[in-house]
Structures are given as C-alpha cells and as structure tokens.
C-alpha cells in the first residue's frame, strides 16, 4: 500500500511531507488510506515548496535541520523526506515499536539500520528479504520505480 501511495504521489507532483503510523488509516476491508494531506505540498514549476509542519521523530536529519534554522527545504529534499520518513513508519509497524522506542532508535541512526532492519526476516520470514530491500531503499533514498519493482502486488507494503 504505501509503496503504491508514494509511487501515485510522486506521478501526480505531490509531497506529503508527514507520513507516519497515525496519517495510515484501515478499513474493515483492510482498505489502507494515507491521510493528513492539507499541509501537503504539490508541485508546480518551482523547486521549492513551503510547508508549515512535519513529525520531528520521522523527519529525516536534512529537514529536521532545515526547519529548525528556518533555511528552505527543496521539493527533492521534501520528496527524499516522504521517502524517508515511509522507512521509519515500516520499521515501526512492523516491529511493534512504540513512540518513546523510536525516540531512543532515532537519537542513534545505525542503531535503526542494525537493531531494526536486521529483525524484519524474522518477523516476516515469507517476505522478509522483499521488505528488508524496500526498507534500506527507503532509506537510501532510492527513485520510487525502483523501489516498485522490488515489491509484489500481494505484498502489504
């Protein structure tokens, strides 16, 4: 799902710019929804779009950074963010972490990579090694096609 939404926002020129667990919402068809798009930026001709707030505990350290010094945050530095903060929000989903957990993972960045990352094939083992690709990709800011090509359509990522 969120792979599919990131893909469909990058096709239409849209950044969201606050993707976390709680803009995630589910049916009782298991229909998934990413919500919370009033503050979302959508691209035109400039390169940069003004936003007015974001989820520090998901941001990445570029807007983080950015945002506290007042300095403008590109589109492609917002995009990279979305792609950014989709990796936190897997890794939190599906390790079952809380937001005081993240906190402590977050103040350590190889912390996440080692301690999260690395559990995933065993929280997951029948797509373990997909979702553990998708997820270092996420992180690497990795174009979103590609991305898309990793995951199967039956996968709930």
């Known amino acids: 799902f969120l792979i599919r939404a990131l893909r469909m926002m990058k096709q239409r020129g849209i950044l969201h710019g606050d993707i976390k667990p709680a803009n995630i919402v589910c049916n009782e068809g298991l229909d998934f929804k990413l919500i919370d798009l009033d503050d979302s930026g959508f691209l035109r001709s400039s390169s940069t779009v003004t936003r007015r707030g974001y989820t520090d505990l998901y941001a990445s350290n570029l807007v983080k950074t950015k945002m506290t010094f007042g300095v403008e945050v590109t589109a492609e530095e ?10 936190i929000t ?11 957990r993240l906190k402590t993972y977050r103040a350590n960045e190889s912390s996440l990579r080692a301690e999260l990352i690395d559990q995933i094939p065993n929280n997951f083992p029948n797509l373990g090694l997909r979702l553990k690709s998708v997820v270092m990709m996420l992180i690497e800011g990795a174009d979103i096609e590609q991305i898309a090509a990793v995951y199967s359509k039956d996968d709930v990522i």
């Open 90 to 100: 897997l890794l939190q989903v599906i390790n079952g972490i809380n937001n005081l």
């Open 78 to 87: 917002w995009r990279m963010n979305d792609l950014h903060c989709a990796a």
